[in-house]
Structures are given as C-alpha cells and as structure tokens.
C-alpha cells in the first residue's frame, strides 16, 4: 500500500496536528448538509462525488502510480474509499442512510473511469467568441460536453422549482474549475497590466459572461415562481461571489512555476454556503482575504505602475 | 548600465546568493556561468523580480528595473491546456513591429493550429521564444536556452541572440554548456560560493574552462581513481 503510505507522509507534513479536526469538521459540515431542512441530500452526494472525480481526473501521479506500485488501481480505489470515510460516515445517522452506499458504489468506479482520453476537438468558434480569453477558450474547450447539456437542462427546467438551478449551480462549479490551472508568469505579464487592473479586469470579464448565461434561467424562473424572487438573485449575487473569490484565491496562491492551487477545501465550504446560509459569510471573508494577497502576490510578476 | 548592489538571497535561512556587487554594461550579450545549484537561476528569477532579494538592490541606469522591460524565456515554462499555439501567441502583444509569426514557426518548424499539449519539450521551449520574441523588451533573460532544441534550433536560437544583440537588447544567457556562449557572448560572468567571482572579456575566453572545472575537474579525478 505504497500510495497510502505516501499519502499518510503527506498529511502528516501538510496538516499535522491539524489533521483530527479538519476529519471532524468534514464530518460536521457532511452530517449538517445532509440534515438540511431543504432535503438536499442527494445533491450532496453528487457533488462529493464529482469532487472525488475532478480530483481524480487532475491528479498528476497516475501514469506513475500505475508504473511503479503494484495493483495500482486498487491502492486507488481503496485511498478514495479511506477518505471518503469522514463524509460518508455521519450520513448513517440521517435519513439519507442509504447515500452512504450509494456514494461509495460512485466513487468506487471513478478508477475505472478512463480520464487519460484526450478530445481534439478545437471548436475554434470558441476563439472567436471569447478573443484572447485563454481562460475562458480552455476552460470551455475542455469542458464543452458537460456545459452544453448543463446549460440546455437548465433552460429547459427552468419554469420550474428548484431542479433548474442545481443544474445552473454544477453548470457554475464547472466554471469555476477553470481557475484550478496556473498560466506561465509570461502569460499573465502579456497583460500589461497593474495587479489591481489585472485582478479587475479578470473579475468583470468573468462576472459578465457568468451573469449572462445565468440571467435567461434566473429570468424565467422568477417570471413562473415569483416567490422565488429574493432566492434567485441570491443565487446570482453567491455565485458571483464565488467566481470572484475562486479566481482572487488562484493569484493568492500563484506561484512562479507552480502548477495548479490547492484551493479544494475552501472551494467545498463555499460550495456548502449556498445551502447553508450560515456558511455564506465565510466566502465573502475569503475573498476580501484572498484580493488583498493576490494583488500583493502579483507584484512580484506584474508592475505595480505604468511608467 | 545594470548595477547589482549588496545583493543576498537565501532559500530557508540557506544563503544561495551572498554581497554579490556586480554591473552589467547594457547592449550586450552576458553569458552566466556555474556548476550546478551555483544560483544562476536564483539569480535571473530575482532580477526579473519574481523573487524578492533579502538585501540589496538591482537598478537600470540608477532607476528600478521594471518587470515589463523584461522577456524571460526559462528553463521549463508550462503553457495552459487545450490552447493551440496561434492561441498562445495571440496572448502577447505585439510590440516588435518586425515580427512575423508565420516565418518564424516555419523557421522553427512549429504547427501553430497544433494543442501545445500535444507539442514535445523542445517544441515548447521553441513556442515560448517565438512568444518573447513578439514582444519589444529592452532585456532578454535565457535561463538554459539550448536545452532540448535540436541542432537547427540551437543554431538558429544562436542567430536570433545575435540579431537581438545587433538591435541594442541586453540579453543574459545561462548556460550548461559553455561552448556556444564563447560564440554569442561579449562578457561571461562566473556564479561561484554565492557571488560573482570574475568577469571575463571575449580575449580572456580561453581561461575560462580551466577557472570553472579546475577545482571540479581536481576532485572528480582524484575521487574516481579511487572509486575505480
């Protein structure tokens, strides 16, 4: 079991003494979300198990795992299992029992998920549509077949309660999972940019074309569920936020030749903030946090003013 | 002129750079060299300020160097995925008005509608000067340029330095491999116990190879004929 051993040596180095209360605080935050009063549940497991699947398609150690340890994969399916443990454990002790089974048969066949087949499809009217936006061209273009069907149920769903905004929101989560990839330094210096109009310029160029795939659903919607009014400008105004604080979280971390940002945890409890009201706060906090180090972070690869 | 004063720089309390005082005359091709973990990288990220140093300060002409002046091309630099390079290229602005894309992929060989996911390493290293080169920096940094290039691009990479340096850009070169510098460069500056210890001039080439392996070269013999 070289790849638990592996994984035990770095919790131990990342987390230490950490480590028990961040167990207990998934397990807390799992227990509560899946007790909320709303019966979100099921949505719960789907998330954790899409979770389980972006980290498993964005691992950088299969090719080695599977060339160096033996029954590779099932060192891999019994690492996901392990920790799943702390949110699935606590689902026992609630209605939805059952998700325990259900969550573990998912991440179960994630391995066995084929991640390494590479689309060539260019859809270059991407790059027509989104000019120099290399965040938004690879990010749609890498994620084109579930955007499309996402934003096409939404629609659809969309004078009803409820459903057209859990496919809204994954529609989103996808979104924002394309500030999980570091540019070159180079890249971000082609801006020309001061951090502050760096940041900016990001921000409002995300906030538009999320908002404006969002507002057709969100219109809809509250034209046929009027009483859904002041949730569903909330759920514009959280989701905004979050993009926000996803994209100040990346250059707070950014790091020259660094490859990808460890944001995983904060992007859960955000996640968790829309269904639980009283976790929203704590992504507000994160992002006025995260602009103020990221604007500071950028300095060390963007001038600070224009001659 | 580039002035280096009172330099240090230490990765976890272990000094990497040390007091280094050195200056740079501008227009002219500066080769780096060192053994090995010599902090000639260290060096270059702090004087393209990615890196801040502990002490000391680095000026262009008594006024701070500015990030934007200049071009880096690293040792490995990663690209963002499912972009092709066009896409890439398209990033930069292009403030060399001389510069032409077309040419210079087909000089380099380079299928710009191509992923650069699908591209090899030296493909890559070839994309990100191609990229540099669009732009009209007044520095050139080249952190190990002749890694993975063939033997065309290597010469041709020797070219473009030597045109750059036609056209007044002040262009730093780190190099493994000694040779080519001897070539392109004006002054090589040797990175050893921290600091710069000698500059040398195109007519003081010659000693160089003795200066920079003599004590290396020294050892290794004496260890290995009694390893062997």
């Known amino acids: 079991m070289q790849l638990l051993k592996i994984r035990f040596y770095q919790l131990k180095r990342d987390l ?45 150690d299969l090719a080695f795992a599977y060339k160096h340890f033996n029954s590779a994969k099932t060192q891999i399916i019994t690492e996901y299992q392990l920790f799943l443990l702390p949110f699935s454990v606590p689902v026992l002790f609630t209605e939805y029992w059952y998700s325990f089974f259900a969550l573990h048969a998912l991440v179960f066949l994630i391995p066995f998920a084929d991640t390494t087949r590479k689309i060539q499809f260019k ?3 991407i790059t027509k549509c989104f000019r120099n936006d290399y965040i938004f061209i690879s990010g ?64 409002s160029s995300a906030a538009v074309k999320l908002a404006i795939v969002n507002a057709p659903v969100l219109i809809i919607n509250t034209a046929f569920n009027f ?44 996640i968790l903030g829309l269904f639980i009201p009283y976790l929203s706060p704590l992504t507000l906090i994160f992002y006025v946090q995260s602009r103020a180090e990221a604007i500071k972070n950028l300095n060390n690869y963007l001038d600070d003013r224009h001659s | 002129m580039i002035a280096i004063h009172n ?38 990220n702090i004087l393209s300020g990615f890196l801040t140093a502990d002490e000391g300060s680095i000026t262009l002409n008594g006024v701070t160097i500015k990030k934007n002046d200049i071009a880096y091309i690293d040792a490995e630099s990663f690209f963002y995925p499912k972009l092709t390079a066009l896409e890439f290229l398209s990033v930069f602005p292009k403030t060399n008005l001389n510069y032409n894309e077309v040419e210079l992929a ?21 994309l990100l000067i191609i990229s540099q080169l669009k732009q009209d920096k007044k520095i050139f940094i080249l952190d190990e340029p002749f890694n993975g290039l063939d033997m065309e ?45 000698k500059s040398y001039s195109s007519n003081e080439f010659n000693q160089l190879d003795a200066e920079v392996f003599g004590d290396f070269n020294e050892n290794l013999k004496n260890t290995l004929s009694k390893s062997l």
Do not use: W
């Open chain 1, 16 to 60: 230490g003494i950490l480590f028990s209360p961040i167990l207990a605080l998934a397990s807390c935050i799992s227990f509560f979300a899946f007790n909320h009063p709303e019966k979100v549940g099921l949505y719960v497991v789907a998330i954790i198990a899409y979770l389980f699947y972006s980290f498993h398609k964005n691992r950088g």
């Open chain 1, 123 to 125: 859809f270059l009217f």
């Open chain 1, 140 to 203: 749609i273009r890498k994620n084109l077949f579930v955007l499309v069907p996402l934003i096409l149920i939404a629609l659809a769903l969309s004078p009803l309660k409820l459903f057209p905004l859990v496919a809204l929101f994954i529609f989103n989560a996808v979104v924002f999972s394309f500030y999980e990839v570091n540019e070159s330094v180079q890249m971000i210096q082609a801006s020309n940019k001061t951090p502050k109009q760096f940041i900016s310029s990001l921000l």
């Open chain 1, 227 to 270: 009483d859904l009014f002041l949730f569903n400008f909330y759920f514009l105004i959280y989701n905004l936020l979050m993009l926000a604080t996803v994209i100040v979280l990346k250059y707070a971390d950014y790091q020259y030749k660094k490859q990808g940002n460890s944001i995983q945890i904060k992007l859960i409890i955000m």
């Open chain 2, 7 to 44: 330099l240090s720089f230490s990765y976890n309390e272990k000094p990497v750079l040390q007091n280094v005082n050195i200056s740079f005359e501008e227009h002219l091709t500066h080769g780096i060299v060192g053994l090995n973990g010599s902090g000639k990288t260290t060096f270059f």
């Open chain 2, 106 to 126: 087909n000089i380099f060989d380079l299928p710009l509608d191509e992923f650069i996911d699908s591209y090899s390493t030296g493909m890559k290293k070839k």
């Open chain 2, 153 to 197: 691009s290597n010469k041709t990479l020797q070219m473009i330095i030597e045109l750059l340096n036609k056209k007044q850009k002040t262009i730093f070169i780190a190099s493994h491999i000694i040779e080519p510098l001897y070539t392109i460069c004006q002054k090589i500056h040797h990175l050893k116990n921290k600091h710069f210890t």
